[in-house]
């Protein structure tokens, strides 16, 4: 009988594309980057585990808005992940990502390339993400 390979924690990181349609073009689009936490035997199975919820994610994630649009959202097919050192307790660290830039490179110019800038955070209209419950909900 063989052991069973030793399991680890990993932080899985997904992209996804949100578009917001009243007809057939997107009016608005955004961003998401998720990160689930995978129990795994490996990079590679964590990876593996981590596409295949990216993938559930996204087909399940489309909802009429208030707006009377549509939003949908879509993985991109980008995973990383990382390997946690301990198992996820309080404050445990369950992601991280160096970003290599020039030493001469401003704090200003790393965090737009991080977090966007000011202008890329805030759409025009915030509500149009947000669903119409009357018609996701099922009224009883």
């Known amino acids: 009988m063989s052991e069973s390979p030793l399991r680890g924690w990993y932080g899985v990181r997904s992209v996804y594309r949100i578009d917001v349609t009243a007809g057939?073009?997107?009016t608005m689009s955004a961003f998401e980057e998720r990160v689930v936490l995978v129990e795994a035997s490996s990079l590679d199975e964590a990876l593996e585990r981590g596409e295949a919820?990216?993938?559930a994610y996204a087909l399940a994630d489309s909802w009429p808005n208030e707006s009377g649009g549509v939003v949908t959202s879509r993985y991109l097919g980008a995973c990383d992940a990382f390997s946690m050192t301990a198992p996820p307790t309080d404050l445990a660290e369950v992601y991280s990502k160096l970003l290599y830039v020039a030493?001469?490179?401003f704090n200003a110019a790393i965090l737009d390339r991080v977090l966007g800038t000011e202008a890329e955070q805030e759409p025009e209209d915030p509500a149009a993400f947000e669903p119409d419950f009357e018609r996701v909900v099922p009224k009883d």
Do not use: L, N
């Open 53 to 55: 919820e990216a993938r």
């Open 103 to 105: 030493p001469s490179t």
């Open 24 to 26: 057939k073009a997107p």
